[in-house]
C-alpha cells in the first residue's frame, strides 16, 4: 500500500522561508514523477513543481525562482524549499507520486501572513 505523508507546513511571515517534506512508503520516490500541488481557499488545486524519474524539475512561473524541489533517495522522500513566501502561496499543499497510479497525501497547511 502505497502512503506519501507531507509535514514542514506551518505559519510563517512573508519574505520568510518553509521545507515542506513528504515521505513514501510502499514505492520508491525515484520510480515516480514527484509533484507539489496547493490548493488556496475557493480555488482549484494547482501544480507547483515537478520533479521527473530522471530528475528535471518543472515549475509554476508564480513560484519560479522562490521554490525548489528536490529529493532524497535514501530517505525515500521530496523536498520543498520554499523561499521568500508571500501571502498568495498560503494553501494546503499536497504531494503527488504519478506512474502507472496516481497517489496524493493529505496536504500540509501554509499560511503567510502579511
Known amino acids: 500500500q502505497v502512503q506519501l505523508v507531507e509535514s514542514g507546513g506551518g505559519l510563517v511571515q512573508a519574505g520568510g522561508s518553509l521545507r515542506l517534506s513528504c515521505t513514501a512508503s510502499?514505492?520508491?520516490?525515484?520510480?515516480?514523477?514527484m509533484k507539489w500541488y496547493r490548493q488556496a481557499p475557493g480555488k482549484q488545486r494547482e501544480s507547483v513543481a515537478t520533479i521527473t524519474i530522471s530528475g528535471t524539475t518543472i515549475y509554476a512561473d508564480s513560484v519560479k525562482g522562490r521554490f525548489t524541489i528536490s529529493r532524497d533517495n535514501t530517505k525515500n522522500t521530496v523536498y520543498l524549499q520554499m523561499n521568500s513566501l508571500k501571502s498568495e502561496d498560503t494553501a494546503v499543499y499536497y504531494c503527488?507520486?504519478?506512474?502507472?497510479?496516481?497517489?496524493w497525501g493529505q496536504g500540509t497547511q501554509v499560511t503567510v501572513s502579511s
Open positions: 503527488m507520486a504519478l506512474r502507472w497510479a496516481t497517489y
Open positions: 510502499g514505492t520508491r520516490v525515484s520510480e515516480n514523477a
